[in-house]
């Protein structure tokens, strides 16, 4: 059963950093892309950074861009997004998703399997 548990989140001052982890299990991650989505209250759900299955080939929202990293370790079958110079704007709730496959794509209607989300809320 593929499964994907997110954690990590919490409340963090303006400037403050935030590392989320997506734990995946009944699957190994290295033969699939992950994508981190956000929605905020009142807004649809939006892409913000995705990594192929290869590692090779990263992609960032221009609202994150500098300031998030996505990274895999293998070992662990996890995979994180460092969240660093955080904005009150970052506040959301967010989801890691996947998919098999090579090619990274950013839509979300590819992404099969979903978590059920971690809460980030930045407020001083």
């Known amino acids: 059963q593929v499964q994907l548990v997110e954690s990590g989140g919490g409340l963090v001052q303006p400037g403050g950093s935030l590392r989320l982890s997506c734990v995946a299990s009944g699957f190994t991650l290295d033969a699939y892309v992950i994508g981190w989505f956000r929605q905020a209250p009142g807004k649809e759900r939006e892409g913000v950074a995705y990594l192929s299955s290869s590692i090779r080939t990263t992609r960032y929202a221009d609202s994150v861009k500098g300031r998030f990293t996505i990274s895999r370790d293998n070992a662990k079958n996890t995979v994180y997004l460092q969240m660093n110079s955080l904005k009150p704007e970052d506040t959301a709730v967010y989801y890691c998703?996947?998919?098999?496959?090579?090619?990274?794509?950013?839509?979300?209607?590819?992404?099969?399997?979903w978590g059920q989300g971690t809460q980030v809320t930045v407020s001083s």
């Open positions: 998703a996947t998919y098999r496959g090579s090619w990274l794509r950013m839509g979300q209607g590819d992404y099969a399997y």
